[in-house]
Each structure stands twice: as structure tokens, then as C-alpha cells.
Nanobody
């Protein structure tokens, strides 16, 4: 089974950018559908962006045009490029891989604040 480790979170000012990484081990991500989710305090976890094994992508309406999901199967890593960040993007961001079963990383905190 795959193990997922997120990195790249931190504190950024509104309008800034961050790139999150999700490094996989124990299996190759090319056989998984991958996604980024987030959970803000007091809210349910929500889908931010997904990318299929074939490379098709989908995004939450709230991040369309600002966030980009990509995968590098050679590096066994999935990325989330986040631009024009807003305070409402503040959350813990999680990576998920799906192949019959869902596999989650431990999350990385993103805080957007001046």
C-alpha cells in the first residue's frame, strides 16, 4: 500500500503563493487517482483538486483559476500550486490516493494571513 507525506505548507500573506508536495512511497502513484483536500477549523474536509490516473483534473469552484494540481510519476509526487491565496484558504491540506481504498497523508498546515 502507498504511504503519503505532504510538505510545503506554511504562513503566507494574502495574494501570495505556495506549492504543496505529496511524496509517495511503498507503491507507484501512477496507478492511483490522487487528490488534495483541506479542512478548516470547525468545517468538514473538502475536495480542493483531483487528478486521475489518466491526468484529468477537477477543481473546487472556490479555487478554479488559482490552484493547479499536477503529478510527476517519475518522482512519485503530486503537487498543488496555489496562487492568489486568500484568508479563506487557511486550512490543513491533505493528500489522498485512491485505488479501491483511500490512503491519506498526515496533512500540512497552510495559513494565509497578513
Amino acid at each position: 500500500q502507498v504511504q503519503l507525506v505532504e510538505s510545503g505548507g506554511g504562513l503566507v500573506q494574502p495574494g501570495g503563493s505556495l506549492r504543496l508536495s505529496c511524496a509517495a512511497s511503498g507503491s507507484i502513484i501512477s496507478i492511483y487517482d490522487m487528490g488534495w483536500y483541506r479542512q478548516a477549523p470547525g468545517k468538514q474536509r473538502e475536495l480542493v483538486a483531483g487528478i486521475s490516473r489518466g491526468g484529468s483534473t477537477n477543481y473546487a469552484d472556490s479555487v478554479k483559476g488559482r490552484f493547479t494540481i499536477s503529478r510527476d510519476n517519475g518522482r512519485n509526487t503530486v503537487y498543488l500550486q496555489m496562487n492568489s491565496l486568500k484568508s479563506e484558504d487557511t486550512a490543513v491540506y491533505y493528500c489522498k490516493g485512491t485505488r479501491g481504498t483511500d490512503y491519506w497523508g498526515q496533512g500540512t498546515q497552510v495559513t494565509v494571513s497578513s
